[in-house]
């Protein structure tokens, strides 16, 4: 059974994530352009017509119109021709069901959504008619011919469409599982991104028509001022705008520049680069790109507004991607992650289950990392275990109203936190620089008595070096267990230690990458960006970023990209190919002249039935599944094709049956008295019926 998608005409949203992003922006704007873009259609199409003595009358309203609905045309047409382009790999494409990856599930499905594809299930009707013959209709009956034509229009018009709708209904739920997992994976990375603590950041948020937003940030993510300057456009202003930023870094003391890599990002890294290289040589600061997906949702909404009251939306983004930077969990909370694109077509499944992962995923990051009492926002205490948003609002009131708390125990004189919600919370719940030194370890209040004991035999404080301990003879001196005291030992070492330190920092730059400068075998260092199940997309200072594919992550077999690569990973990648016309580069993260050497081919073209019984194994059920990982191609599907023993003429009931094992039917379902759920069901009744038939067979 194959599933084939062909070409349709008609329009909707982008195949891939990144195109999906780029048409909602251009859809937030898209009314301002077009109502600008006709205003000086007409007001040149009136200039041009003047005379000598007077000029001509402005176009009718019947003329402005026709203009607004050639337009609208021109827009539809070219919105058309983009998803005709991202759809294109699937154009009289084909697969076999048990081989088609989850991905590929997803890209048919959006594309069949959008009308541009019109997908199909090619199923041979002649083995289910031929087995539906056997099982329901007696070789002797005297009107077998008869049952024969309704049994075969009862396949044609009821059992096969139901078939269909069946089959595709289980590859969207493994698809969707698929996706779901795959974007909880890159979601956890990116939530533990190492942050950048102690220093002074200035944030730009680029952009075209509105300039680009400046936001400086202390070591405490406070705004110290913002501004607004043009760098690309009619309006662009360079030198002032190297002038106030130059002014900021000597002024504040920045020393990381942070980039949105939205709209003119690479136009706004070539200024800076520049001005690194002149202006700020000889100052200490560099440049990173953030991924400022979800800061334009932040800025408008009531988290954002309620943060910085005083603040228009478009500044609110610009400080956000800088927040991102200094604390990428704390930060990142306050945004839906369905809005973060680190996802595999997370808009394309469920929302309810899409929604209960991430909310597990965060809320395990938050706790995994802990917070700061004193200085988290409600967003990030709801996470917390044992609270929930009232009681985390309530928490940051009575920090507003009271001042900062100077113990753990304080908690509990919040308004709705109980002795239960407390003693979930409080190890997770950190008090730095509070009365007792504990409240800023990891040491949970019910165990602060053990603790004590400890330090008191040790003979140390707090955060002092401990030598080496005898755990399991300490254990049975105190009382306690060996994994409680290895853990207390651990947190009385590094007090308020974050986990996030020990990943490698982001990387930060001070020269640009231009992709008429790539060439082939060129070195690169790269920050991964997302992790789907064809490879890597990994930023290496270009507008668009370059994909690592399966193939080349590693020099061995991998099953799963996120096996060797997950977000925030820093690569040394190589560039293999440039496609300057679509702008895309292929990268490689095996040392060029390291590669395994490639296996011979075996042929061209399919191979005969034949002899697939003399190949097979191991190296060519890799093939395969690496094969499954990548985008369709029409030419080479046959090179791939997993040698296998021919199959049978005519195949059992089996082939209704799921992999996974269905739930038996009930004893209603036997009798009649309760209808069946799928068709496993009904191949369970008749595995279970007793057949005369068969047995004389």
């Known amino acids: 059974t194959e599933e084939t998608a062909t070409e349709e005409t008609a329009t909707e949203e982008t195949a891939t994530e990144e195109t999906a992003t780029e048409e909602t922006a251009s859809a937030e704007t898209a009314t301002e352009e077009t109502a600008s873009a006709e205003t000086a259609t007409a007001e040149t199409a009136t200039a041009e017509t003047v005379t000598d003595k007077k000029p001509a009358p402005r176009a009718s309203k019947k003329e402005a119109r026709e203009l607004r609905r050639r337009a609208r045309r021109e827009k539809r047409h070219k919105k058309r021709e983009k998803l005709i382009s991202a759809f294109k790999d699937y154009f009289d494409f084909s697969e076999k069901i048990s081989k088609i990856p989850p991905h590929r599930v997803l890209a048919i499905n959006r594309g069949d959504r959008s009308r541009v594809l019109r997908v199909k299930l090619d199923l041979d009707p002649t083995p289910l008619q031929e087995q539906a013959e056997k099982i329901l209709i007696p070789a002797d009956h005297p009107q077998r011919e008869f049952l024969v034509r309704c049994l075969r229009d009862a396949l044609h018009r009821l059992a096969t469409p139901s078939i269909d709708r069946e089959v595709r209904r289980e590859l969207n739920d493994q698809a969707e599982s698929r996706g779901v997992a795959v974007f909880v994976r890159n979601l956890r990375n990116l939530l533990l991104q190492p942050p950048v603590p102690q220093r002074r950041i200035l944030a730009i948020d680029p952009g075209y028509r509105s300039g680009c937003k400046l936001a400086m940030l202390d070591e405490c993510g406070n705004v110290l001022a913002h501004d607004v300057v043009c760098i690309v456009g009619k309006t662009a202003d ?99 992650p369905a809005n973060i694109g680190v996802g595999l077509y997370q808009h394309d499944v469920k929302a309810k289950h899409l929604r209960d992962s991430l909310d597990a995923v965060v809320e395990s990051c938050v706790n995994f990392v802990g917070v700061d009492v004193n200085t988290a926002s409600p967003a990030l205490l709801c996470y917390v275990s044992g609270l929930n948003q009232l009681s985390a609002r309530r928490i940051y009131e009575h920090r507003q109203e009271h001042g900062p708390f100077a113990s753990r125990s304080e908690v509990l004189n919040v308004s709705g936190v109980g002795e239960a919600s407390y003693v979930q919370a409080a190890g997770f719940l950190r008090v730095v620089g509070g009365e007792n030194p504990l409240d800023g370890t990891w040491i949970h209040p019910e165990s602060y008595e053990t603790a004590g004991r400890i330090l008191e035999k040790l003979g140390v404080a707090v955060g002092e070096p401990i030598g080496d301990v005898d755990v399991p003879a300490m254990a049975k001196e105190l009382d306690v267990g060996e994994h409680l005291l290895a853990d207390i030992l651990a947190a009385l070492i590094r007090p308020g230690h974050d986990p996030r330190q020990d990943l490698p920092a982001p990387i930060f730059r001070r020269g640009i990458v231009k992709l008429e400068d790539l060439e082939s075998g060129m070195e690169l260092d790269g920050t991964v960006l997302n992790v789907v199940d064809f490879g890597a997309f990994v930023d290496i200072g270009l507008s668009d970023s370059g994909l690592v594919h399966i193939s080349r992550l590693a020099n061995q077999y991998i099953k799963d990209p996120h096996d060797v690569v997950s977000v925030g990973d820093v690569l040394k990648v190589w560039v293999v190919d440039v496609d300057q016309k679509r702008r895309r580069v292929s990268l490689t993260a095996i040392q060029p002249g390291t590669e395994r050497a490639p296996r011979p081919p075996r042929g061209k073209g399919r191979k005969p039935e034949a002899s697939s019984h003399s190949t097979g194994g191991r190296a060519n059920e890799n093939r395969q599944d690496q094969k499954s990982t990548q985008q369709p191609s029409r030419g080479k599907r046959q090179r791939f094709q997993k040698s296998k023993p021919p199959a049978p003429k005519h195949k059992s009931r089996e082939f209704i049956q799921k992999k996974k094992k269905a739930p038996p039917i009930t004893e209603e379902m036997a009798e009649g008295s309760e209808p069946m759920r799928s068709f496993s069901d009904l191949a369970q009744f008749f595995d279970g019926k007793p057949d005369d038939r068969r047995d004389d067979k």
């Open 238 to 336: 360079l030198p002032g705008a190297k002038k106030r930023i130059a002014e900021w870094v000597h002024q504040y003391d920045a020393s990381v520049i942070a980039i949105g890599n939205g709209a003119a990002c690479r136009d706004t890294e070539q200024l800076v680069s520049t001005l690194l290289a002149d202006e700020l040589k000889d100052h200490d600061v560099a440049y990173a790109i953030t991924n400022e997906a979800g800061a334009s949702v932040y800025s408008t909404s009531s988290i954002g507004r309620e943060e910085l009251p005083d603040l228009d939306p478009v500044t609110r983004s610009a400080v956000s991607i800088g927040r991102r930077l200094l604390d990428p969990l704390s930060e990142l909370v306050k945004i839906n």
